[in-house]
T-cell receptor, first 111, second 112 residues
């Protein structure tokens, strides 16, 4: 059974650019949640996708958007990057509203 | 909204010492409670959970009891090891999306 994978591992962007982060969910899981973890902080919920539809959103602006594909993998897109977007982005997959299994994260640095 | 407050870190202990990391929460209803652990350079791993009042979650020698009257879920371990060095996050699950709300984390360092 393959766990949750994320790509890329690290990414460096400049202010104003756009970025796409990817997540492959664990086999059999149909729900993906994204979290932002700033340095020294706990993860904060960005949004969740269930069967290709957004199923809940945290307190993040619209320039944070996402997609879920028929194979349940997911993308997180961030437009007009700001310095404060520098963080570890975590993806978690689950079956329905069951236990969430986390990937290793993508470290985004915005210069 | 829902929130989780964790004991400020970092915490440094000698091997075989007793560990307590305090966690209190604010939530509507009766949330499920969790402790996650994050090792350097890795994602989060579920350590233990409790889904209702007075439940005790346990795993790898760690324990936490869901106390509704004090809205607490303190993490304890009787004898820590160097390999327990990590960041520990208390969390609750709530909302229609069953999203996790995390505390700010407690860095634990165990010295040999």
């Amino acid at each position: 059974e393959t766990g949750v994978t994320q790509s890329p591992t690290h990414l460096i962007k400049t202010r104003g650019q756009q970025v796409t982060l990817r997540c492959s969910s664990q086999s059999g899981h149909n729900t993906v949640s994204w979290y932002q973890q700033a340095l020294g902080q706990g993860p904060q919920f960005i949004f969740q996708y269930y069967r290709e539809e957004e199923n809940g959103r945290g307190n993040f602006p619209p320039r944070f958007s996402g997609l879920q594909f028929p194979n349940y993998s997911s993308e997180l897109n961030v437009n007009a990057l700001e310095l404060d977007d520098s963080a570890l982005y975590l993806c978690a997959s689950s079956l329905e509203v069951g236990e969430q299994f986390f990937g290793p994260g993508t470290r985004l640095t915005v210069l | 909204g829902d929130s989780v407050t964790q004991m400020e870190g970092p915490v440094t202990l000698s091997e075989e010492a007793f560990l307590t990391i305090n966690c209190t929460y604010t939530a509507t209803g009766y949330p499920s409670l969790f402790w996650y652990v994050q090792y350097p350079g890795e994602g989060l791993q579920l350590l233990l959970k409790a889904t209702k009042a007075d439940d005790k979650g346990s795993n790898k020698g760690f324990e936490a009891t869901y106390r509704k009257e004090t809205t607490s879920f303190h993490l304890e371990k009787g004898s820590v090891q160097v390999s327990d060095s990590a960041v520990y996050f208390c969390a609750l699950i709530s909302g229609s999306a069953r999203q996790l709300t995390f505390g700010s984390g407690t860095q634990l360092t165990v010295l040999p």
